[in-house]
């Protein structure tokens, strides 16, 4: 990576950093909240990728394993391209 990239994405990371840690404390009271408050943990299906849903809710539609390939390629070969 050139020294301009490498120094823009310093400087993008130093201004937006702060933000960042301002979100992460209330993203964790929000789970909170849905846990103590509404009953819902939303923390086990992070984890494992998989909720009931309550009664009258339909599965959502799932989207084609290609296109999520496709995508993850895409990222990855973005995140390499910017790396070296």
């Known amino acids: 990576m050139g020294y301009p990239i490498s120094n823009a994405l310093t400087e993008f990371h130093e201004e937006w ?3 960042l840690y301002a979100l992460i404390p209330i993203h964790i009271a929000a789970a909170l909240y849905y846990w103590r408050i509404k009953g819902e943990n939303l923390i086990l299906p992070l984890i494992t990728g998989w909720m009931r849903l309550p009664a009258g809710f339909a599965a959502p539609r799932l989207v084609s394993l290609w296109l999520a390939a496709l995508i993850f390629a895409l990222c990855a070969g973005g ?6």
């Open 17 to 19: 950093g702060g933000l």
């Open 79 to 84: 995140v390499y391209w910017l790396v070296m």
